[in-house]
């Protein structure tokens, strides 16, 4: 039996949960590490401080990274599925 990238057990798929991790986690860690996080809402737009807008950007940055590991390992699990 061929080995499909992202199985359970590969190479492919470890590294694709360690990002997921990885990700998430700095995306949560850009959040909540500022004292200023809970004075300001993602709605602020009349005025939101360089240094708050950049964290605010950088965790959106990160989470996308984490849903792009997470649609790329449930399309690999998919294409696992006609082989069981």
């Known amino acids: ?13 470890l590294a694709l949960r360690l990002g ?14 500022d004292v200023e996080f809970y004075s300001y809402t993602s709605f602020s737009s009349t005025y939101c401080p360089s240094k ?5 950007q950088l965790s959106a940055a990160m989470a996308f990274m984490s ?3 997470s649609f790329a390992s449930t399309l690999f699990n998919l294409w696992l599925l006609p082989s069981l």
Do not use: D, H, K
């Open 20 to 33: 997921q991790t990885v990700f998430s986690a700095a995306s949560l860690l850009f959040m909540c590490l």
């Open 1 to 13: 039996m061929e080995a499909v990238p992202g199985a359970l057990g590969t190479s492919a798929s």
């Open 52 to 56: 708050i807008c950049s964290r605010y």
């Open 67 to 69: 849903w792009f590991l």
